[in-house]
């Protein structure tokens, strides 16, 4: 598939900014996963020992604001889900800028569609991943860049699903941008499920920044 029109390091950014509703994330490989026939058994042994280092505090930052969500009901309530969906729309959707930009090259470059794209999509690329041809978002969108990281956790080819590109992924591209991005969220007088969301995924960002340094 295409990885779209445009190039990622220059354009008309009014253009680029409009043009994004209804858009949804997604990476598919190119290729195709190989089967893996062995097993990373030394990341896997760094993965324990960092599991046993990272600092009490960082985990229980993240385990209390996913009790946040928990307890509000955002999880199983109908309705709860509905005022989500809701907020969802206010926050980050809209005619023009929405309340909230999900995007790296804007926290990093000032811009949507800047030079920070361009460098993801060459190590997409590297990676054997591209934009999946249904998708219309970019590929620096926060759920674009979770859902490579997922790839990266559980993939099947061990040459390209394994620690040490884990490590290299994050901290190109979710580690310098993710936490600021997360508090302008939380900041949002609008944001109230997004607000515990946004304090749960800087808790887990900052526990993986810990937990990629010590294995180093």
């Known amino acids: 598939p295409s990885l779209g029109e445009g190039e990622a390091d220059g354009g008309d ?30 990341g896997a042994h760094r993965v324990q020992q960092v599991e046993h280092e990272v600092k009490p505090e960082r985990r229980g930052e993240a385990e209390q604001a996913l009790m946040t969500l928990v307890e509000r009901g955002y999880l199983h309530d109908p309705k709860a889900a509905e005022a989500a969906a809701e907020e969802y729309d206010a926050l980050f959707q809209g005619l023009g800028k929405p309340e909230v930009l999900l995007y790296g090259s804007y926290y990093l470059a000032g811009f949507l569609n800047e030079r920070p794209l361009a460098v993801l999509r060459s190590d997409l690329a590297r990676l054997g991943l591209e934009r999946d041809a249904a998708a219309s978002e970019t590929e620096d969108h926060v759920a674009c860049l979770f859902e490579v990281m997922r790839y990266l956790i559980a993939g099947d080819d061990v040459e390209v699903c394994n620690l040490e590109q884990q490590r290299r992924f994050f901290r190109a591209h979710v580690q310098p941008w993710l936490e600021r991005m997360c508090e302008t969220l939380a900041a949002h007088p609008a944001a109230r ?24």
């Open 193 to 216: 499920l997004y607000r515990a969301v946004a304090l749960f995924t800087q808790a887990f960002v900052q526990v993986e920044t810990q937990a990629f340094d010590m294995i180093e």
């Open 13 to 42: 950014h009014a253009e680029d900014r409009r043009g994004r509703e209804d858009q949804q994330p997604g990476v598919q490989t190119r290729d195709g996963a190989r089967r893996a026939h062995q097993l990373d058994v030394a």
